[in-house]
């Protein structure tokens, strides 16, 4: 089975591309089988890593970054692929 994790930030106002810079030297426990970062308007990053693993299981994640570097918690969401097309 193929599971996403997704980790959303919103950094604050006018360091986008630093909160971008920190998400991608971030290093996890595990290498995931794919991981892809965008960016939105208002500062927001998006992190999506691929794995193949359970639903439930134990995954490394991106952690919370600095208080001063977002605005919110980070929005975490796990899906599992259900197939394409």
Same mark, same amino acid.
């Given at each position: @089975?193929? !599971? /996403?994790? @997704?980790?959303?930030a +919103?950094?604050?106002? %006018? $360091? %986008?591309?630093?909160l971008? /810079?920190?998400?991608?030297?971030q290093?996890?426990?595990a290498?995931?089988?794919? +991981?892809? *970062? *965008?960016?939105?308007?208002?500062d +927001?990053?998006?992190?999506?890593?691929?794995?193949?693993? /359970?639903?439930?299981?134990? &995954?490394?994640?991106?952690?919370?970054?600095? %208080?001063? &570097?977002?605005?919110?918690?980070?929005?975490?969401? $796990? *899906?599992?692929? !259900?197939?394409t %097309?």
């Open positions: @089975m193929t !599971v /996403a994790l @997704m980790w959303e +919103r950094a604050a106002e %006018g $360091r %986008g591309e630093e971008l /810079a920190w998400a991608r030297e290093r996890l426990a290498q995931p089988l794919r +991981r892809e *970062f *965008f960016r939105a308007p208002q +927001r990053v998006l992190v999506i890593t691929w794995w193949d693993a /359970a639903h439930d299981a134990e &995954l490394p994640e991106l952690p919370e970054p600095d %208080g001063e &570097l977002v605005i919110r918690a980070v929005h975490r969401w $796990r *899906f599992e692929s !259900v197939g %097309g």
